[in-house]
């Protein structure tokens, strides 16, 4: 303890003792050794507040006292930071045009800012796609178009009216009332999917490469099957290297409901190529999907 800390407590005794002095002399007290109540009591109080237990208050007190005040500052400090990092404006990133000019983007959020949070609007994805590069890929790889020319050759030879669709987003031929399934279906695609005269989704056709069932995907046909049984939508799937076209010709002969006697099957489409038989499989089993 430092030494002016120490006379400033011995000075405090000393006007103390003092003090209790002159109550005595005031009061007619002869002092402690005269037996008077008032006495005794001041001097039980006096012993307990000798410098000893003193310096033991203050070592207790001081450290809680600190504690508390650097609490309050570290609270302060970071109210401080959260108002300071709240008032700054959003972070601006160049704009680069086709020739690699810069342009200022004003307060236009980073990608990363957008992860996890609410999609940027129609201008901020315009913004975006006008800074990327796109290309074209065939809707089809090879053994998804042999098995659709196929397919759509057969189900013409049935019923003209019915129509072979590919690569058809869930979301856009089935519904339900609760959001959250209608979700898990959304953006999930059957490969290929038969549609009556009334472009009615009828049955669903999955092509099974020989790499399909990698990773989760089947979990993944898992889910597009039961949300179709459930919506009364057919599901089938064609192997590669195993399902030949004869047999998904009697497949598709299933199917297919039979034209209407009184329409005698005749739509406005462009004539369909004839149904050439090849007992051929479509693909390779290990061909690529």
């Known amino acids: 303890m430092p030494g002016g800390g120490l006379a400033w407590r011995k000075?405090?005794?000393?006007?103390?003792?003092?003090?209790?002095?002159?109550?005595e002399s005031d009061s007619g007290c002869s002092g402690p050794g005269s037996g008077c109540r008032s006495c005794a009591s001041r001097t039980k109080s006096l012993a307990a507040m000798s410098p000893q237990n003193a310096d033991t208050a203050e070592a207790v007190i001081m450290p809680i006292i600190a504690l508390v005040l650097g609490l309050i500052f570290v609270l302060r400090t970071l109210g401080r930071l959260r108002r300071a990092k709240r008032?700054?404006?959003r972070s601006k990133?160049?704009?680069?045009?086709?020739?690699?000019?810069?342009a200022p983007r004003g307060t236009w959020p980073t990608r990363r800012d957008w992860a996890g949070r609410t999609p940027p609007d129609a201008a901020g994805q315009l913004r975006i796609v006008m800074d990327a590069e796109f290309t074209i890929q065939?809707?089809?790889?090879?053994?998804?178009?042999?098995?659709?020319a196929e397919l759509r050759r057969a189900v013409h030879a049935c019923n003209p009216s019915w129509h072979v669709m590919a690569q058809v987003s869930l979301g856009e031929v089935l519904r339900s009332k609760d959001q959250e399934a209608?979700?898990?279906?959304?953006?999930?695609?059957?490969?290929?999917?038969?549609?009556?005269?009334?472009?009615?989704?009828r049955y669903a056709i999955e092509y099974q490469g020989?790499?399909?069932?990698?990773?989760?995907?089947?979990a993944r046909d898992a889910?597009?099957?039961?949300?179709?049984?459930?919506?009364?939508?057919?599901?089938?799937?064609?192997?590669?290297?195993?399902?030949?076209?004869?047999?998904?010709?009697?497949?598709?002969?299933?199917?297919v409901d039979r034209p209407d006697a009184s329409t005698g099957g005749l739509i406005a489409f462009?004539?369909?190529?004839?149904?050439?038989?090849?007992?051929?499989?479509?693909?390779?089993?290990?061909a690529p999907r």
């Not at 065939?138 to 659709?148: H, T």
């Not at 898990?184 to 989704?201: A, E, H, I, Q, T």
């Not at 020989?210 to 089947?218: L, N, P």
């Not at 597009?224 to 030949?244: C, P």
Request: aromatic fraction near 6%; include cysteine; proline fraction near 9%.
């Open 223 to 255: 889910v597009k099957k039961e949300a179709l049984r459930r919506a009364g939508v057919g599901y089938h799937e064609v192997v590669a290297g195993f399902t030949t076209p004869a047999e998904l010709r009697r497949l598709v002969e299933k199917l």
């Open 11 to 23: 000075r405090g005794w000393l006007g103390l003792k003092r003090a209790l002095s002159q109550i």
């Open 138 to 148: 065939p809707l089809l790889n090879s053994g998804e178009a042999r098995v659709f």
């Open 270 to 286: 462009s004539p369909v190529p004839s149904n050439p038989c090849s007992t051929a499989a479509f693909v390779p089993a290990g």
């Open 93 to 102: 990133a160049p704009a680069s045009g086709p020739a690699g000019a810069s």
């Open 182 to 201: 209608f979700r898990c279906v959304n953006s999930k695609r059957v490969d290929l999917l038969l549609m009556d005269g009334n472009y009615r989704p």
């Open 210 to 218: 020989g790499a399909h069932y990698q990773g989760t995907a089947a």
């Open 87 to 89: 008032a700054e404006p």
